[in-house]
């Protein structure tokens, strides 16, 4: 359809797209924190580092991150729980693939971190302590 000189299309996700959500489902997508390492490198170190699942393909994106396809969601849900990961001291960031990550400019904008409080007292090891000194410096997931 043609709107003011634009060319549209409309996608309706039910219809459209619902078999690549069936395909993708099993994918993450990665980012290394200040390091871009080629294809063949993230392939041998995930090879190494996720040794315990089966992993079907590595593919790295023009944007500067890597697409990991896994046999399965277990598999993927597998790796997701065993980080976090590092390449070398740079942290590697994992989101579940999502329709529209390619386009999002924001998909790493935000990022989960652990953070210990060495010296904290015992006093204060409840979670609504926790909670609440965590908050000084973003929004917390999940206290342990």
Known sequence: MLKEGILTVKIEEEEDICLQIKEWETTLIGYIIGDNPYELEMLEYVK??????????????????????????????????????????????????????ERDADMFSQIPIWVKFPRLPVGYWSVTALTKVASAIGIPLVTD
């Open 48 to 101: 190494k580092v996720w040794g315990f699942v089966e992993l079907l393909q590595v593919l790295y994106h023009d944007d500067r991150y890597y697409i990991f396809k896994f046999c399965n969601i277990a598999e993927k849900e597998k790796v997701m729980q065993a980080g976090p990961y590092f390449y070398g001291n740079s942290p590697m960031i994992l989101r579940n693939w999502y329709v529209d990550c």
